[in-house]
């Protein structure tokens, strides 16, 4: 495992793995180069792995070809048709070097089913036509429909025999995804739906100038490529703007160049490299605000709070950014501690726009609070919890877990008995002799294992406290349900995590994890001789029946069903499947709502996103239940009543399971599958790439509706091992701590 590569579960996301695939051999290269760029200009969003199938040739004939796309991969091929073949990949997309991309791809990308190909309309050698299969065409194929006699079908018929051979198998394909020159002899013009245009003779043939000019475009230096490609209107994939941007930064120097750079590497973790790209050109220069706040950003990411600081300050001298500078100001003052500081700054931005939310949000969150309501006992008699406390309309999730957390230790979860330290504070000297007077550290639970929520260059997830601090923590510490949060497909950067995570490890007394898979992952990264300290700890949201005083099961539950689904960092959630994701749950909640009353349970107001889009895509309208206006009283309740819940969220599978409620989960990170791993209850969980996801979720939820009960004692039966294994934890750590 290397440090900074992406993180790849997509064997148990079911996400699908997507290539572009290009057979072509040497005399054939420089056409190849033109048909990437021409791929990335069109499609600047996209971003797959570019196959290129080769029968031989030297590794370092493909240079040109890395330094036009990240993601090329090379592999030895005798034909074309070796895409049928092409191990590693869900569906693949096959180009030919003969072919330019002049518009948008996405619906390729979409494709869910057999193998689409444009049948072209051929001439037979008696002055007849015929359809057939080009075997340099377009094709794409699913390789779960793709089987050995599939192929040899495909192999017989390709460019000779009839394309009604292949009935049954193939799919067809709009012809402005292989739209041939041959059709616009006597410079007739490309027609502008034209998406891949196929030369089905030299680039440069006599009466075909409207083609040749279409490909013409793209023959360009990497230079002129890179500064294309950064100067497009509109998004781009962050991993190729990460490629073409910073080689050009050193060509062509700017400000605003250096921003994009800086900007594209925050969003992949990467934030020593964009304060290196950005400081040398941004300085003190009261003239770039916005790239003072981005530098500002970063430093802060970095832990360099003092330097971040000074930069949003001169960011804040503007009138455009000042509310966002401000915002990030009082987010760095409450980092450090200084209450009064984070204070002060989030009114300077109320000053500059009253109307900010961001600055809003932190004035309401450092308002000086009045006396506690009950005095705390000693300091020596308290636990201190570390843990990320959500407070007014943030996620409902994490505002039940802390408490649930506190819950196994004590049935008094206030002030009196327990010391709060935010995990994304910083553990300075004066938190540090905080922590040391309290009889024990417990730091979770949730999925704190994570590197960009609240980065911080101290430890690379969201506890913020460094390595040496750390080390000289006296009091009794342990890690409690604490997840692997990882998100598939995403880079963070390893080594930096990996160190702060053996001293962690070295230094607790307990190091419980709340799934194996994250246990798994965990020890990865451990020495050998710290790898069996990782301990298995559910969350507690998951046993919520044993641990909220005066529980009862419900008599009756209301007849509802509850759906959830979260947005944060879509793109790695959903990848292309979420219009066939929206497609597939709307089919699904038309049946449910034929025999429950089916309602959205938002955590967040993100999550509200689902609602809207379903509203507006199929035409089907959810009364929603916002969660997040909840107390935890009034979540579990909800949760408690409700017949099944429906949910993508990690705690909006685990909450309702520790309320005795039946789940079924929309798998779209790695954790909601290994929770259902560790209660052996797989078959509770759907991929949201599942090409069948509609039916079968709704076949599942009809089950669970049909035989209650049964669901309701199974869910039960479930939950006592994790409840035995919490239990036999907490002996352990009541003698750790010992008994105030």
């Not at 190729?240 to 700017?254: I, K």
């Not at 809003?360 to 006992?377: D, K, M, N």
């Not at 750390?470 to 997840?483: D, I, K, Q, Y």
């Not at 069903?561 to 749950?585: E, I, K, M, S, T």
Request: with cysteine; aromatic share 6%; glycine share 8%.
């Amino acid at each position: 495992m290397t440090d900074s590569a992406p993180d790849d579960r997509s064997s148990i996301t079911g996400k699908r793995r997507i290539a572009f695939a290009v057979h072509t051999d040497e005399d054939r290269l420089p056409a190849l180069c033109v048909l990437i760029r021409s791929l990335v200009l069109t499609n600047p969003e996209v971003c797959e792995d570019v196959v290129v199938l080769h029968p031989g040739l030297a590794d370092a004939s493909f240079d040109a070809l890395r330094r036009l796309h990240p993601r090329v991969v090379t592999r030895r091929a005798e034909s074309s048709m070796d895409v049928l073949r092409l191990e590693g990949y869900d569906t693949v997309v096959a180009l030919s070097p003969a072919m330019v991309v002049l518009g948008d791809l996405g619906e390729l990308l979409r494709m869910r089913h057999g193998v689409g190909v444009v049948p072209q309309l051929l001439r037979d050698g008696e002055g007849g036509q015929r359809r057939a299969v080009l075997p340099d065409g377009v094709m794409v194929v699913q390789r779960a429909d793709v089987d050995d006699t599939v192929q040899a079908r495909l192999t017989a018929v390709t460019g000779r025999g009839s394309a009604a051979a292949l009935d049954g198998v193939l799919t067809p394909v709009d012809a402005r995804f292989d739209f041939l020159t041959s059709r616009l002899h006597g410079d007739v013009p490309v027609p502008a739906q034209v998406a891949v245009l196929h030369f089905t003779g030299p680039f440069d043939e006599p009466g075909y100038g409207p083609a040749t000019a279409a490909r013409h475009r793209f023959e360009m230096s990497d230079d002129e490529f890179r500064a294309a490609y950064c100067d497009l209107p509109g998004g781009k994939h962050p991993e190729l703007l990460a490629h073409c941007a910073p080689p050009l930064l050193d060509v062509r120097p700017s400000l605003g160049l250096a921003r994009t750079v800086a900007d594209v590497h925050r969003r992949q973790g990467r934030y020593a490299e964009a304060v290196d790209a950005l400081a040398p050109v941004v300085a003190d220069r009261l003239d770039a605000p916005r790239c003072q706040e981005t530098l500002g950003v970063c430093l802060m990411a970095l832990s360099r709070y003092d330097e971040a600081e000074a930069h949003l300050l001169l960011a804040a001298a503007s009138p455009d950014v000042a509310p966002r500078a401000f915002a990030q100001l009082a987010r760095l003052a409450w980092l450090c501690g200084r209450e009064e500081d984070a204070h002060a700054y989030a009114r300077d931005g109320l000053e500059a726009d009253p109307t900010d939310a961001g600055c809003h949000s932190w004035y309401v969150r450092t308002r000086p609070q009045g006396p506690t309501p009950q005095e705390p006992t000693g300091a020596a008699e308290q636990l201190a919890h570390v843990a990320l406390f959500a407070e007014g309309q943030e996620n409902a999730g994490d505002k039940v877990l802390p408490e649930a957390v506190r819950m196994c230790f004590d049935t008094d979860t206030g002030p009196r008995r327990w010391y709060q330290q935010p995990v994304h504070r910083l553990v300075d000297e004066a938190a540090l002799e905080q922590l040391n007077a309290r009889r024990g550290v417990i730091v979770g639970g949730g999925g704190l294992f994570l590197p960009d929520t609240s980065p911080n260059g101290n430890s690379h997830w969201q506890w913020n406290v460094p390595d040496d601090v750390l080390a000289r923590l006296t009091a009794p510490l342990a890690v409690f349900a604490v997840g692997y949060n990882v998100f598939d497909g995403q880079l963070y950067r390893r080594q930096r995590f990996a160190e702060s995570l053996r001293i962690l490890v070295e230094r607790s007394a307990f190091f419980g994890l709340r799934n194996h898979g994250s246990i798994e992952r965990v020890r990865e990264l451990l020495p050998a001789e710290l790898r069996d300290r990782v301990r298995y700890q559910p969350c507690p949201t998951t046993v919520a029946r044993h641990l909220v005083p005066g529980w009862s099961d419900p008599a009756e539950r209301a007849d509802t069903v509850l759906v959830n689904c979260a947005y944060d960092r879509a793109g790695l959630r959903f990848g292309h499947d979420y219009g066939h994701f929206l497609a597939q749950l709307a089919g699904t909640l038309r049946e449910l709502r034929d025999r429950a009353d089916v309602r959205y349970a938002a955590h967040m107001p993100a999550d509200e996103k689902f609602v809207h889009d379903l509203r507006r895509k199929h035409g089907l309208s959810l009364p929603v239940e916002r969660l997040y206006d909840l107390s935890n009283d009034e979540t579990r309740e909800l949760y408690r009543r409700s017949r099944l819940v429906i949910g993508m969220r990690g705690h909006a599978g685990m909450i309702p399971f520790g309320c005795g409620t039946p789940i079924l989960s929309l798998v779209s990170h790695p954790k909601l599958a290994y929770f259902l791993s560790d209660i052996d209850r797989q078959e509770w969980g759907l991929s949201v790439h599942d090409r069948e996801l509609g039916p079968r979720l709704a076949e599942r939820a009809a089950a669970i509706l049909d035989d209650h009960a049964a669901a309701v004692a199974d869910v039960h039966s479930a939950q006592d091992m994790l409840w035995k294994t919490t239990q036999a934890n907490l002996d352990e750590l009541r003698t750790t701590f010992g008994r105030a």
